[in-house]
């Protein structure tokens, strides 16, 4: 049940993140839109509790002493970004910034807490292939899910959703950031 929990709780920034892509995923693109983001967000989240486990205690610290400024300028760069795309006239013809460095950067920004995580494996009385598992699949669905929900969401508001998406993103640098700096996150 504590997996599951774990779960998620980690998986919720991704669902974050990916709604905020759905707005701008183009109407003939969103099944793409969605594994794409699903695949990226779900292999980080299954690979970076791996790198989190095996790392000594000490590591793990100095990760929680950066990881909230690394998510903060990652989701604030693709929210201003976002806000951005959205001035653009030909907004809905374009295809959603999913590929190579921008996918990359949602996908590292959304778990690195995950890499923390890791490291509760053993008092969670988890394995950890089963706990890699556990927050890929879920990172993955809340993903698929959060595009889908996005491009209705989209559609209902047309450019505004994209900016009402990136301010989102950075709504949640800002919020991790402040979790970490002033109640211990």
């Not at 990652?74 to 653009?88: D, Q, W, Y």
């Not at 996908?107 to 995580?117: C, Y």
């Not at 598992?133 to 595009?147: D, K, P, Q, S, Y």
Request: net charge positive; aromatic share 6%; with cysteine.
């Amino acid at each position: 049940m504590s997996l599951l929990l774990l779960a998620f709780a980690l998986s919720l920034d991704v669902f974050a993140v990916a709604l905020s892509r759905g707005v701008a995923a183009p109407p003939r693109a969103v099944l793409r839109t969605a594994l794409t983001i699903g695949g990226a967000v779900g292999v980080a989240h299954g690979v970076m509790p791996l790198i989190g486990w095996s790392l000594t205690a000490a590591m793990v610290a100095l990760m929680r002493d950066v990881d909230h400024w690394v998510a903060f300028v990652l989701l604030g760069l693709i929210g201003v970004h976002m806000i951005l795309e959205s001035r653009h006239p030909d907004h809905g013809e374009r295809p959603a910034a999913n590929g190579g460095k921008s996918l990359f950067a949602l996908a590292v920004a959304t778990s690195i807490d995950a890499a923390v995580a890791g490291g509760t494996f053993a008092a969670l009385g988890q394995p950890v292939a089963i706990g890699c598992l556990a927050l890929a699949l879920a990172a993955f669905l809340f993903a698929i899910a959060g595009v889908y929900l996005g491009r209705v969401a989209g559609i209902a508001l047309g450019p505004r959703a994209q900016v009402a998406g990136g301010v989102v993103l950075i709504l949640l640098g800002i919020r991790i950031l402040v979790e970490h700096q002033f109640f211990g996150g």
